[in-house]
């Protein structure tokens, strides 16, 4: 017997931001490279494929069983891609980015802003006015010794953190097939800032509005939440003009350990009174941090954060909360409900 033609041992991939949404953008091998950082090898594909047309057209109307599949139509692509964030390792400039997280946070609906002041350079990032084109990317996956070709790229994001080891971010991508799935060589892709590492979870700084430096924190997550929808159009050749992104609602969790409850407005240095702050309906500031390096550290910062969710739980003997935190613009027409900053 001969040994297996293709093996999931080793996969990459390349990304690159494109111009007008679906317009595919060439790829490099040198410049281009997505380091993911799935957990295992274990991973048969990171892509699924999806037709808006299968192909049923109905039942027989003599039997028992379906008429024959007609051609299927509207091939798009869907995936988790996992990453790690980390800086750029020196000063930030409109070349020097947070270079996975630039191009994944643009596909998720942010927008960079370049704070140039010298010794306190910083890439910020707000969600994307609704008025303004969104932003998508062409993608190159390679696994089981094939090439996955994408386009018109967008996606979904969140993140956990529940062990003294980097942030792993899930972006859960979508985007029109750009070809047909090919045979391929693994090339060798140049990743960006190998020198640099991820910025881990142990030693986080995390604010609860007043509860600002003595919060004990077990664990973490993030949701965007962010609405995805397809665009299939019947005058389109292919069947399929890839996607659409509609609202969000981001929600952001994490395990606290309990302390002596405090009185109005049930969050100051000295702890709080979760059940007391989530029916008050409070609006606090909420801001996790990532890192003490400059350049390699950085922040996620939930704006008029509401307490949503409370539940008692616990980590081994210590009384703990699980607290779940909804923030908010500040007018209806804003979009500071949230940041991520890298400093």
Known sequence: MPAAAKLINVLGALAKIETTYGTSVALATTSDGLQLSFADRNVGAPLTITYAFDGKVGVNPGNLSDLPLATPGGKSFTGDLPVRFKGFGAAYTAANKPALADLLLRIAGFSPTLTTTSGSEAYSYYPTNATSAYGSASMGVYARGELWPLKGVIANWSYTFDN???PTHTFAISGIANGDVTDVTLPSITYPNLSIEPPTANGIAMVIGSFTTNAVIYAGSFSLNRTIEPRVAL?????????????YSPEFTCTVEDTAFVG???HTSAGLDPIKLREAGTKITVAV???STQYNRWQHQFNNAQLFNVQPSANGRAACWDLTFKPSASSPIAYDDMAVLFT
């Open 164 to 166: 003294p080891g980097p």
């Open 235 to 247: 005058t389109s050749g292919t069947g399929h003009e890839g996607f659409i992104p509609g609202g």
């Open 289 to 291: 941090t990532f890192g």
């Open 264 to 266: 109005s407005p049930f």
